[in-house]
């Protein structure tokens, strides 16, 4: 069968290994068929360094009594190894943030609830352009006319669990001018609905080092996941990619100034998208492994190879337990469904969007779940 091409609602995701335990609450101003990411676990208003909300002022001391107005304010604030707890509300206006943290002190932004909301106000630059090194941005709904949604710069930073979309350009989008970027994981985000061409993504990253994991992108106008320029050595596994007219996933570059190679591809399900589900194209370097990948239903069910590996790859039905075009189904794997068990062991998280540790049985199964 061939699924349909008019997704309509978010799915999915949930977190790392830090929250395992916790469960979302739904909230009652979301639409019934929408499944939202999980969110992370926010700390304390007394343990936040510094406190962000609706009602603060960027004059006041940042503490929960006294909090800030704008997140770019306790960006400015901030020392490495601080908290900024973002209180939940709708946030007008691009965000800017340029504090480093350290490897042993990482800054973090997170949000308080999934309804804390970034909306940006448009323009040639992201709703939210991050340049800081050793960042963590957690827990955001990002929005807005923007050429790009959550826009980083900053190597060693980690964008995780946030819910990107219906941006102009790029949902997700790592790159600064000389492609210098460096070790940047995008963990469990959902993106959709981004692009106004062929050339816009749902994640498109352009780093070497790092992990693209656990994410669902759909419903975007060019490619759910592209890995362009001088992207190398990354893992690109366990994500869900579907509807996608110009394809799944794409692995290249467009000169041999920077070529894409020594990434490992596995784990991925890639389902009714343009093209090939997943293509290597253009100079894409040496070395780049594509391991047991599911396709169905893309307009053609085959890795497009230029010169990497391919091994494992199955075609078939996934098996959800209840497929729905509008995303109100259930995108857990039935249990006859041929991505049990059969992915590949070396991947980088051990945590499934469910929050069940991997392997759950004898192997690691393929996809965003873990039955």
Not at 13 to 34: D, G, I, K
Not at 125 to 149: H, K, L, M, Q, R
Not at 242 to 260: K, L, Q, R, S, W
Not at 353 to 371: C, I, K, L, M, T
């Amino acid at each position: 069968m061939r699924y349909g091409r008019t997704i309509t609602a978010a799915l999915v995701v949930a977190a790392l290994a830090a929250c395992a335990q916790e469960s979302p609450e739904p909230s009652p101003q979301r639409p019934p068929n929408s499944v939202y990411p999980a969110p992370p676990t926010a700390p304390a208003l007394d343990a936040a360094a510094l406190v962000v909300a609706l009602d603060g002022d960027d004059a006041a001391e940042g503490t929960a009594a006294a909090p800030l107005r704008t997140i770019d304010a306790a960006a400015g604030r901030a020392q490495p190894g601080d908290t900024i707890l973002v209180r939940a509300g709708t946030y007008e206006g691009d965000v800017r943030t340029a504090a480093s943290g350290t490897e042993s002190q990482r800054i973090t932004f997170i949000a308080e609830s999934p309804d804390t909301r970034i909306v940006g106000v448009g323009g040639t630059d992201g709703a939210w352009e991050n340049e800081g090194a050793y960042v963590d941005i957690v827990g955001f709904d990002i929005t807005g006319p923007n050429a790009d949604g959550l826009y980083n710069k900053g190597s060693q930073a980690r964008l995780m669990r946030n819910r990107v979309h219906g941006i102009a350009g790029n949902c997700i989008y790592v790159q600064n001018e000389d492609y210098s970027v460096t070790d940047v994981d995008v963990l469990s985000n959902v993106t959709f609905d981004c692009g106004e061409d062929k050339l816009d993504h749902g994640i498109y990253v352009t780093h070497r080092g790092g992990r693209v994991a656990n994410n669902i992108s759909y419903g975007n106008t060019g490619y759910g996941i592209q890995c362009w320029h001088a992207c190398n050595s990354l893992a690109i596994v366990n994500n869900l990619v579907f509807n996608n007219p110009e394809g799944g996933i794409v692995v290249g570059a467009d000169d041999d100034e920077y070529e894409t190679g020594n990434s490992l591809i596995a784990n991925n399900i890639v389902v009714d998208n343009g093209r090939e589900g997943i293509r290597e194209t253009g100079e894409s370097g040496d070395g780049n492994r594509f391991v047991n990948n599911l396709l169905w239903g893309n307009d053609r069910d085959a890795i497009q190879i230029n010169g990497g590996d391919e091994a494992g790859t199955i075609v078939a039905d996934p098996q959800f337990v209840n497929f729905a075009a509008d995303g109100s189904g259930d995108y857990r794997l039935a249990p006859t469904s041929p991505a049990i068990d059969t992915g590949e062991p070396e991947v980088a998280l051990r945590f499934a969007f469910d929050r069940a540790p991997r392997p759950q049985s004898q192997g690691f199964d393929v996809g965003p779940y873990e039955q």
